[in-house]
């Protein structure tokens, strides 16, 4: 059974810094798509990033340049790094995972599988 657990969220002011973590767990090799996606109060849940390969990320419009999302196989962890935050970033962020992946780098909700119990962030102007 996938597993996906997140950490690192928290409360921070507009303009700063905050990294979340994923730990992925449950699966014995790397046939696996994986991708961040936030959730606002009353809003439906938007993709953020998700790897095409390597050195290769799919960023929603609304993050580009802002964040970045990075990968360790060695130790099954997903990240994002997400700098220059802006109250509108204020969301729960999930981490997810499509397995086996069927569609490599979508930001829709519907391809992926797996799903985190996610981490809150806050932005305060």
């Known amino acids: 059974q996938v597993q996906l657990v997140e950490s690192g969220g928290g409360s921070v002011q507009s303009g700063g810094s905050l990294r979340l973590s994923c730990a992925a767990s449950?699966?014995?090799?790397?046939?696996?798509?994986m991708a961040w996606f936030r959730q606002a109060p009353g809003k439906d849940r938007e993709g953020v990033a998700a790897?095409?390969?390597?050195?290769?990320?799919n960023y929603a419009d609304s993050v580009k340049g802002r964040f970045a999302v990075s990968q360790d196989n060695t130790k099954n962890m997903l990240y994002l790094q997400m700098n220059s935050l802006k109250p509108e970033d204020t969301a729960m962020y999930y981490c997810?995972?499509?397995?086996?992946?069927?569609?490599?780098?979508?930001?829709?909700?519907?391809?992926?599988?797996?799903w985190g119990q996610g981490t809150q962030v806050t932005v305060s102007s």
């Open positions: 449950g699966y014995s090799d790397n046939r696996r798509c």
């Open positions: 790897m095409l390969s390597i050195g290769w990320v």
């Open positions: 997810a995972a499509d397995f086996p992946c069927r569609n490599r780098g979508s930001l829709s909700e519907t391809w992926y599988n797996y």
